[in-house]
């Protein structure tokens, strides 16, 4: 079972329009994470949220985190064929897990030219 | 400078073999970890060591798997016994510390094939 619902699972779109991915679950996370991996390589990191409700922005890249810390989505403007590759979300939950990471199963986006 | 390096980068073994893969994280990283990734899976955590204290052990799917880490730097995740459930591409990733925000730090991977 997996901690962290993501969807949808793919996501093929043309480029200039714009998308929301989201991360759910039944429980509280101490901070979310959002990373995205190219093929061949290990995740990146984008952006870390600790503050429920909070909004943080990376260029096109809006990210928020539930007012309740269970939740988040990315939202990207204007998808570019660059933005291609698979999106994780993953969280931390603390206490006795500190340094554990749950991770989603992913997001794969093509943005199509 | 240098990342957190993997090797293999891929292994091919037959099932029944034992395998070995290794990780060098980044230098002065007091954190490691270890995940696996399946098809279409996101990332199963496996195991996580932090400066000298006992290693979180809890995702380790079998007693099959077992990881060292020497020194406080490199690490080693063995597989005995492989089978074919066991193909996937082994990733590991280091931090600064061990806390909910800091940043893990990926490599490449190990791509494993059990035949």
């Known amino acids: 079972t997996q901690l962290l619902e993501q969807s949808p699972q793919f996501l093929s779109i043309q480029e200039g329009e714009n998308l929301t991915v989201y991360c759910n679950s039944s429980?509280?996370?101490?901070?979310l994470q959002w990373y995205r991996q190219e093929p061949g390589e290990g995740p990146v990191l984008l952006v870390t949220?600790?503050?429920?409700?909070e909004v943080k922005k990376l260029k096109r890249l809006t990210f928020q985190f539930g007012d309740a810390r269970k939740d988040s989505s990315l939202h990207i403007t204007a998808a570019q064929p660059g933005d291609t590759g698979l999106y994780l979300c993953?969280?931390?939950?603390?206490?006795?897990?500190?340094?554990?990471?749950?991770f989603g199963r992913g997001t794969q986006l093509t943005v199509w030219p | 400078g240098a990342g957190v390096s993997q090797s293999p980068s891929n292994k091919v073994t037959e099932k029944g073999k034992d395998v070995e893969l290794r990780c060098d994280p980044i230098?002065?990283?007091?954190?490691l970890y270890w995940y696996r990734q399946s098809l279409g899976q996101g990332l199963e955590f496996l195991i996580y060591?932090?400066?000298?204290?006992?290693?979180?052990k809890s995702g380790l799917p079998s007693d099959r798997f077992s990881a060292e880490r020497t020194g406080g730097s490199v690490s080693t995740l063995t597989i005995q016994r492989t089978q074919q459930e066991d193909s996937a591409v082994y990733l590991c990733?280091?931090?600064?510390?061990?806390?909910?925000?800091?940043?893990?730090?990926f490599g490449p991977g190990t791509r494993l094939t059990v035949l």
């Open positions: 949220v600790v503050t429920g409700g």
């Open positions: 060591f932090q400066g000298n204290s006992a290693p979180d």
């Open positions: 990733a280091s931090s600064l510390v061990s806390k909910n925000t800091d940043t893990q730090y």
């Open positions: 429980s509280v996370f101490s901070s």
């Open positions: 993953a969280g931390f939950r603390g206490g006795s897990t500190l340094g554990r990471l749950y």
């Open positions: 230098s002065g990283h007091t954190a």
